[in-house]
């Protein structure tokens, strides 16, 4: 939705942004969505998320595809 609001905005990389928008929770289909409640130390989420998402992104078969997507999620 934010992506879409702000799309006029030519200052706005809008293929980057649609990328983020669809990858950015990606990793929680295996780690789940790690809230501060879980009591998980951040560092540990992030790692968790990190590991994830490069076992889902070794499936691509176009590295520099995979290079592309990890550095717009991370």
Do not use: Q, Y
């Not at 200052?11 to 669809?22: G, T």
């Not at 501060?36 to 076992?55: F, N, T």
């Amino acid at each position: 939705m934010l992506v879409m609001l702000f799309s006029k905005d030519s200052s706005i990389n809008l293929e980057r942004c649609l990328k983020f928008a669809i990858i950015h929770d990606l990793a929680e289909v295996i780690v789940g969505d790690i809230t501060p409640r879980d009591g998980i130390p951040e560092v540990e989420k992030h790692a968790k998320e990190e590991a994830a998402m490069k076992l889902m992104l070794e499936k691509l078969s176009d590295k520099e595809l995979r290079d592309e997507l990890f550095a717009v999620w991370k």
